[in-house]
């Protein structure tokens, strides 16, 4: 199973330490705090972390979505096909969404117009970057309508005579109506019924294959990540703390937040008397210290760790963990040999 | 086997513009004393429908609730109250009906002002400061307000809350469902050592199987206002039988790399069941459906040890396996 799933290493979307914070009256929220990631052509990579970790406002800040203010990104670089999209106008950025990228969240209802018709809406979407007649996009809406798994007589009905399931299908085919590089997928199924997830889930999966896409799928649920992805990144206050292979995250975790999440699941097919929960809450933003942000509820943490902040270490090829304990050469505690099972 | 609990023939029907939707449909169950009997199933299926009803929030449009050898189906106005002290209810957002103005320190209080317990001022702070030891929020938070919390904490409240009157059993309707994991992991932890240091019973309301299958002695999976498998905990992950408990089992993605499942899609969506006809609520999704599914509903019917499911073609499926 070893990397057979990234077609090749062409690389289409690069984030560079990207620091995102929001100012506000009780301060300055630290969102994304040096993030670095690469996505390559046709791969799925996963974002997972808890709420409040910085997922969305790295998505937002892709798309050029960032709300501004109270958002500011304070350094670093986003680069589309080696083009850097940090800085660019509101206009530029316009086109490259739905153009280049695409973007589906977790309420459908963000994107979509409650008051013209589905089909429309996708045939809108289409019109503003194909250079076609009305009627022509409007067979091509009804059948991007199909491929997403509704009937294209359907076309002339409105969001609310929809599910919400089948309301977020059709902002799938309003993301994909122009056949974008990448797609951005926040919590694409936080809201839907398991059955209705493991449709759209496929959904995704199908049409990845179908048009090549490059998919960065946000998510909290490591279960999703473990059917839908190809590499995996963990987003704890801002940072990736943990990111490599499925093999890597799934069979080697390092990092302790990434362990602790694995203890914190129910599972089915696990039994377990007990959950071995992370202590303590998500980090606030406002407050982050100086070290790892981890180390509060960290089983691990010593005083090495209080040495500022942690750098990543290349533990195996591609597999990158943030905590000072993974240096081969760490002094690690006595609890992190027994964690190691 | 000592019921705390028994639950006969229980409906719950409600007026639409499109004709009666039965929320929950002849449903039979009972609960052992200090035990957790979970219920699961998708959105609309009957689940809050039928917590607040055995708890009298809602009156049933037929059958019979006992509670410890009390019919407590149609209790008067005095008879609920009393109830009350002994059947409470978490739920998953636990201010949704709490004026956002009082203090976290008022909100666990109020009950005992209710109930006339720990007349005086000063019996009461202990009493509220006793309960937020128990669920593990720190004092200092006395003085707080809902939205200052978060939604670990804001559920801490709700339990305590809960326990407040001493009851005997708990409704909790998605108590952990808004949580993130790790704090999930926290308050299901919570939950079960309330169960074991005060005996409680819990009625586990969720959407999700791996919580209620961590959580339950016993498990019910609803679908479309009816029960149509109930068995043990183990028995239903080990011994699935119903197509929809299948089903939606092999939709939940496991969090391992090294299994490969099959996962059974099922077809179309979850309808409402407004005025539904004598047949198996399930036969439109189901792969198995045949004639007989559209001819009848089937009932709940004992398999072997005590493993309840409803559907014709469960011995013909029993075989496949
Ligand atoms: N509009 C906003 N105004 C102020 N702070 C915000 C805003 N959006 C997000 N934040 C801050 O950024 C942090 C990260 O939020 P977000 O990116 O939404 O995380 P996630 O998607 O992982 O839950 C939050 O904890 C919050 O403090
Ligand atoms: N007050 C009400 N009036 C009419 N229909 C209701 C009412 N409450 C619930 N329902 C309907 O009853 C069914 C069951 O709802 P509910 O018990 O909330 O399901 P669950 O908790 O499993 O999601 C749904 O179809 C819902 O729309
Ligand atoms: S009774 Fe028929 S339709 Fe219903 S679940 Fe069983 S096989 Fe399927
Ligand atoms: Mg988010
Ligand atoms: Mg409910």
Redesign the pocket.
Known sequence: MVEKNIQNNETVLEVDDLVVH?N?EEGV?E??NGMSFTLHKGETLGLV??????????A?AIMGLL?VP??QIIRGSIKLNGEELVGKKNKEMRSIRGDKIGMIFQDPMTSLNPVMSVGDQIAEVIRLHENISKGEASVKAGKMLEKVGIAADRYKEYPHQFSGGMKQRVVIAIALACNPNILIA?EPTTALDVTIQAQVLELINDLKKDYGTSVIL?THDLGVVAETCDRCAV?YA?EIVESGSLEDIFLHAQHPYTKGLFGSIPRLDVIVERLHPIKGLMSD??TLPEYCSFYDRCDHACEECKQGEPACMEVSPGHIVRCRLAHPEAMKPESWEKGQA | MDEILKVEKLKKYYATPRGLLHAVDNVDFSVERGKTMGFVGESGCGKSTLGSTIIGLEVPTGGKIIYDGRDITFPTKKELKELRKELQMIFQDPFSSIDPRMSISDIIAEPLIIHRMYRSRQERTKKVEELMDIVGIARRYAYSYPHELDGGRRQRVGIARALAVNPKFIVCDEPVSALDVSIQAQVLNLLQDLQRDHQLTYLFITHDLSVVRHISDDICVMYLGQIVEKCSAAELYLHTLHPYTKALLSAIPIPDITIKKKRILMKGELSSPIEPKDQCRFAARCPYANEECYSSCPKLMDVGNGHMVACHKVHSLEDNL
């Open positions: 929001y506000t929220a969102a994304v972390g808890e709420t409040g970790a910085g997922k969305t406002s790295v937002l709300p109270p958002s926040d946000i987003v801002g933003p406002m």
